[in-house]
């Protein structure tokens, strides 16, 4: 087993290869959440990691992958092979964006997609809900869903005065307060921990950064796994998780998880 570089009751960081490290911790994961380079820019760090898809389908079902409309068609066909289905995207809406290219759109927003494996129906979701701007209405609703999603039809319900949260999400970027070039805000990550990971569920990011989404889990009440390659924002993710409030329950092994599936 790899040594953890920080590690409390609900949050475990490794530093390495997460193509190297995450084989060798033999867990199953609720929700896969990646952030991986998108490969776009001649940076150095900014270099796709061939085969981690594959290796995210080796822990969990459920993945929310952030990346670029460029990234997944040129990638399209590693998620496929590693047996990914898509079932829907988001898109995050930064108040700012980057001006690189001066011959097209100002670029304000990151696409996230999830992607499952195996049946829709053994997967744990559930959709966030957010007060409405409109006036409640009817008692019916009609829905019209893919496939994945359920049967065609309709069911009753009674208007509380919440909808469900859109696919389009307005949430600040970290700007001149981000640790990592491409640190994500816990706004953004917490909708998408809620969606596809039930409380005191796992979540392993294998692209860690600087320790959004093991701070964000840690606060919505689910525990985290996180590996990053550069020791330097491990460190940085490392400090800011000493910060936050400890809650604790050790992951499952696979040997563990299948246990209980067949209690």
């Known amino acids: 087993m790899p040594e953890p570089y920080w590690s409390d009751d609900t949050v475990t960081l490794y530093v390495g290869d997460m193509r190297e ?41 459920s993945l929310w992958c952030f990346g670029s409309m460029r990234m997944f068609l040129l990638h399209r066909d590693e998620f496929e092979a590693a047996g990914w289905k898509l079932s829907q995207d988001i898109v995050w809406e930064k108040h700012n964006g980057s001006g690189f290219q001066k011959d097209r759109f100002k670029r304000v927003h990151e696409t996230a997609t999830h992607w499952y494996r195996g049946q829709w129906r053994d997967l744990h979701t559930s959709v966030p809900r957010v007060p409405s701007t409109r006036p409640r209405g009817g008692d019916v609703l009609t829905g019209r869903q893919a496939a994945h999603m359920g049967a065609i039809g309709t069911r009753s319900y009674v208007d509380d005065g ?29 909708p998408l ?8 569920g796992l979540v392993v990011d294998p692209f860690a950064g600087s320790g959004s989404t093991l701070e964000a889990a840690r606060l919505s009440g689910r525990r985290a796994i996180g590996i990053e390659a550069d020791e330097k924002y491990a460190e940085k993710a490392a400090r800011r998780l000493s910060q936050a409030p400890l809650i604790g329950v050790a992951a499952p092994t696979r040997d563990e998880e299948e246990t209980r599936g067949n209690a």
């Open 162 to 190: 919440m909808r469900l949260m859109r696919t389009v999400i307005p949430v600040r970027s970290m700007h001149h307060n981000a640790s990592h070039p491409t640190e994500k805000p816990i706004g953004i990550l917490t």
């Open 193 to 200: 921990l809620e969606y596809a990971c039930p409380p005191a």
């Open 21 to 61: 490290v995450l084989p060798a911790l033999d867990v199953a994961a609720d929700l896969v959440l990646a952030d991986p380079p998108y490969g776009e820019t001649s940076l150095k760090w900014d270099r796709w990691p061939d085969g981690w898809v594959k290796v995210a389908a080796e822990v969990s079902r």
